[in-house]
């Protein structure tokens, strides 16, 4: 059981509050721990030109760019492509106080709280939704890159959090974190940790261009024409399709369309030029504070993949089927279909669930290969592959028969070279990022008594 002694002058601090709850959370203990800060103590809204959230709004979603705004949840934001597919109405949006700006920091307000971004180029013209809090820095006295190294770390994101409210969801308003504290540590610190948060940015944008530009590569070899969809669809074609489906769904959809463009052009099976594509079986779930960490589906997908969860070294059966190894090609396969990731550095060694797919380039470079899976062709055909209602899956077998198309030889390298750029960008960024974090941390914690 956890105990603390109150002082008065706190229920000040916490506008009344009673609920023993949050003087035993983290943002308390924090603020417990900063009054051990040999360096001045400011507030957030000191540090700041504004803290503000978006207005709510009535979301009218269009199909194409050219109508609408490309528009960002508070889970999106995490995500290593921001880009969803997802356009609000120019037309019928009041875009006050929703559009963001580059060097913003961004954290949620609603449901999971705290978690927290700083933007890049890539997040311009995006709006964005009333769930994050915007917080602008005015780089004054705190850099902006530090001051979202702090509010990214242990510690920030405990003062983040310390006055949610709310019964079944929480949330918390700009006004809660105003007074929030913030030491303004040596100019000389700050701008390491800046620059160390600068770089990562940087890389990041690096890498979704080379990402784009690999696309749009790839895009130019296949030549790919939208055509009409038929209205029937032939007994023959029906029972020479994989298990005979009969649905008409995966006959008239775009996946569908582009398997067949693909087919009748040079291609090959992932079957041929891969290694066993597969998925681990299901097995008990031994979770400890320290082993290995375990990827579900979800944390993939983020631009710093991480998970609170720790599988057990010495109580988990077939441990080395769940690892993942650099190069291999991840392809999500319940629930949210054909997501594909590529391992770098900092995912090898980690483990990821049965719901993720394992592919291994073999007698194809591994940068084209993950360049067509990863790109819309290869994302609607597997998700055309899918089966099941209520969580669509696909198998390994599905996988098996993704047609890739083979291009001249010097534009399927080009493209490699590029996807290799992106993994190491990644992997660079993800690293600096979390180097400027862990030097915050260290810092504050040499401070305790």
Known sequence: MKTLKVKNNWFNDSGQRLDASYYLSDGPLTNIKLQNSPYPLSHLSNETKDIFKGNIFRRVYVDYPHTGFPFMTSSDMLKSKLHNGKFVSKKYTDVANLMVDENWILTSRSGTLGNTIYTNKEFKNFLVTDDLIRIVPNNKKVKSGFLYAYLTSKYGKGLLTQSSYGGVVKHIEPHHIEKLLIPIFPIDFQKKIDQ???????????????????????SEGLKYKRGNNTRTTSLKTILSSHQSRLEASYYKSEGNQIHNFVRAKNHKKLIDISEEIYRPGIFKRHYVEKGVEFFGGAEIMKAIPQSEKKLSIAKTKHLES??????????????????????????????????????????????????????????????????????????????????????????????????????????????????????????????QK
Not at 362 to 370: D, E, P, Q, R, V
Not at 383 to 394: D, E, K, L, N
Request: glycine share 6%; charged share 25%.
């Open 196 to 218: 160390l948060i600068s770089d990562s940015s940087n890389l990041r944008v690096q890498a979704t261009d080379v990402l784009r530009k690999s696309h749009l590569m790839l």
């Open 322 to 447: 769940l690892k993942i190894e650099e190069d291999q090609i991840l392809v999500t396969c319940g629930g949210t279909i054909g997501q594909t990731v590529l391992v770098n550095r900092f995912l090898a060694g980690k483990t990821a669930s049965q719901h993720i797919l394992r592919v291994k380039a073999k007698g194809i470079k591994t940068g084209y290969l993950f360049a067509f899976m990863s790109s819309d062709f290869g994302l609607k055909i597997m998700q055309s592959f899918t089966y099941g209602s209520v969580i669509p899956q696909i198998e390994p077998h599905h996988l098996e028969l993704l047609p890739v198309p083979i291009l001249e030889e010097i534009e399927m390298d080009k493209i490699h070279e590029k996807i290799m750029a992106y993994k190491e960008n990644v992997s660079l960024s993800i690293e600096k990022e979390l180097e400027a974090i862990n030097l915050v941390e260290k810092e504050i914690e040499q401070w």
